[in-house]
């Protein structure tokens, strides 16, 4: 979760234009509109994915896992020559993102396409709330054949930094509390709902839901959380990204100034 950052809520925004600009940001961008390297990262994603879901637990042989040690050092040294850890393209979660509607969080660890560490878990906005879908595999165990608490709180996290951006004002979370009602199944299609509840000066209340299908067809509820995010100031957090990105260039670079 994120530190509250100091700074202004700024002026009274129009809500039905905000709650229209979220809903923008949360809609699938068209294939025929998708560069060809952001398709391609998407897919380099899904199929690593593939690969950890499988690789967890796996009765593989000895030797097929040793081949594969060589396989992928030799695809991860082809990355070798070219820049890398310094993209920081977009935004890493969805509370810093303000009500842009073309927002990207490609890289988010939650709901990032190009990111293989995401489930990824999908967001819409739908009458004036947001609702997320996700199905998270054997690397997100906690309890057998459960996704693990951790997640869980990471996933609301997501949720309602999301669905704050629909006070007009959005900013980073101060607290997630969450409340875990029933186990959450691995391998599952999963629902949540996030909602606005108020909002106080510069915190923002949000309260979240997650439910699963059992075999039977009864919807059963897994988890609930209450957020509370602070409003922030948006020069701040620019200030934060350039210094995050120089720290970067000069640990890359190897000095230390």
Not at 61 to 82: C, K, N
Not at 101 to 115: D, K, Q, T, V
Not at 159 to 170: D, F, I, V
Not at 236 to 247: I, P, Y
């Given at each position: 979760m994120s530190d509250a950052v100091e700074g202004p809520p700024g002026a009274g925004p129009d809500l039905e234009?905000?709650?229209?600009?979220?809903?923008?940001?949360?809609?699938?961008?068209?294939?025929?509109?998708?560069?060809?390297?952001?398709?391609?990262?998407?897919?380099?994603?899904?199929?690593m994915r593939t690969i950890i879901d499988r690789l967890v637990g796996t009765?593989?042989?000895?030797?097929?896992?040793?081949?594969?040690?060589?396989?992928?050092?030799?695809?991860?040294?082809?990355?070798?020559?070219?820049p890398h850890g310094t993209l920081y393209e977009g935004f890493a979660e969805a509370a810093n993102a303000g009500a842009d509607?073309?927002?990207?969080?490609?890289?988010?660890?939650?709901?990032?396409?190009?990111?293989p560490l995401a489930p990824p878990i999908s967001l819409a906005?739908?009458?004036?709330?947001?609702?997320?879908?996700?199905?998270?595999?054997?690397?997100?165990?906690?309890?057998?054949?459960?996704?693990?608490?951790?997640?869980?709180?990471?996933?609301?996290?997501?949720?309602?930094?999301?669905?704050?951006?629909?006070?007009?004002?959005?900013?980073?979370?101060?607290r997630l509390t969450v409340n875990y009602r029933t186990p959450t199944p691995l391998?599952?299609?999963l629902f949540m709902r996030g909602e606005l509840t108020s909002v106080e000066g510069r915190k923002i209340f949000t309260h979240g839901w997650l439910y699963a299908t059992d075999p039977d067809g009864t919807e059963r509820l897994c988890a609930e959380a209450d957020g509370l995010f602070i409003s922030i100031d948006f020069?701040?957090?620019?200030?934060?990204?350039?210094?995050?990105?120089?720290?970067?260039?000069?640990?890359?670079?190897?000095?230390?100034?």
């Open positions: 234009l905000v709650k229209a600009e979220v809903a923008m940001r949360w809609q699938e961008t068209p294939l025929e509109e998708l560069t060809e390297r952001r398709t391609a990262m998407r897919d380099v994603a899904d199929s009765a593989a042989p000895t030797e097929l896992i040793v081949e594969m040690v060589d396989e992928l050092a030799s695809i991860a040294s082809q990355l070798d020559d070219w509607p073309h927002a990207m969080f490609e890289h988010s660890p939650f709901i990032g396409r190009a990111n906005e739908v009458d004036g709330h947001l609702e997320g879908r996700a199905r998270f595999g054997s690397a997100y165990e906690g309890p057998p054949g459960c996704v693990h608490g951790g997640y869980i709180a990471g996933a609301f996290d997501e949720l309602l930094g999301a669905t704050q951006s629909l006070s007009g004002n959005p900013g980073m979370t101060a391998h599952a299609d020069g701040r957090f620019a200030a934060m990204k350039n210094e995050r990105e120089q720290a970067e260039r000069h640990r890359l670079e190897g000095t230390d100034d």
